[in-house]
Nanobody
Framework: QVRLVESGGGSVQAGGSLRLSCVVS????????MAWFRQCPGKEREGVAA???????TYADSVKGRFTISQDNAKNTVYLQMTRLNAEDTATYYC???????????????????WGPGTQVTVST
């Protein structure tokens, strides 16, 4: 059974940075896509960044140039470095993993079965 646990969330001033971590256990991450999503109350969960097993990375337009996803397979950990944060980045952030079928969007939460409990990020102005 796959288990994912996020950490690193918190409160930060606008313009600041945070690094989120997600530790994966019970799963060989090299065969799946790892992704970060976020969700605000009353809104749908949206994809932020994803890294495929072949190393191809995809970002949502809203975070391009500000967020960086990376993976350390030796530690079974995926990271999300977030810089130049703004109030619109306030959300609960989730990591997820799954094998995404050909033609599927790596930023679509529909394709992911395994999720962490989330970590809250709050950006104040």
């Amino acid at each position: 059974q796959v288990r994912l646990v996020e950490s690193g969330g918190g409160s930060v001033q606008a313009g600041g940075s945070l690094r989120l971590s997600c530790v994966v256990s019970g799963y060989t991450s090299s065969f799946g896509t790892m992704a970060w999503f976020r969700q605000c109350p009353g809104k749908e969960r949206e994809g932020v960044a994803a890294i495929r097993s072949d190393g191809i990375i995809t970002y949502a337009d809203s975070v391009k140039g500000r967020f960086t996803i990376s993976q350390d397979n030796a530690k079974n950990t995926v990271y999300l470095q977030m810089t130049r944060l703004n109030a619109e980045d306030t959300a609960t952030y989730y990591c997820a993993t799954d094998a995404i079928p050909a033609g599927g969007s790596v930023l679509d939460p529909y394709y992911y079965q395994s999720w962490g409990p989330g970590t809250q990020v709050t950006v104040s102005t």
